[in-house]
């Protein structure tokens, strides 16, 4: 028995692995800047950071809606199951 659905899981899953690859890009521009490879001029300020993750946010909004409006697999199969049991119960 879970206590949350899989469709939630699979979010906070997709949430997570975005922040690992962001924090990765990070953590190599931060080593490349240390070792004097490229000098960091692009950092974004705080308006441009803001509507940024707020655009990330909407989009994964939309996934998630989009996840939720497209029946499951078990929820189809259920569904299958009771149209036959219609025409043969």
Do not use: C
């Amino acid at each position: 028995m879970s206590i949350v659905d899989e469709a939630y899981l699979r979010s906070l899953v997709g949430i997570a692995n975005d922040r690992f690859r962001v924090n990765a890009e990070r953590i190599e521009r931060f080593r490349s800047a240390l070792l004097g490879k490229e000098q960091v001029s692009e950092w974004e300020d705080a308006e441009a950071r803001r509507r940024r993750k707020r655009e990330e946010g909407l989009q994964r909004q939309r996934a998630a809606q989009a996840e939720k409006s497209m029946p499951s697999e078990h929820t189809a199969k259920q569904e299958a199951d009771t149209e036959l049991n219609g025409v043969f119960g």
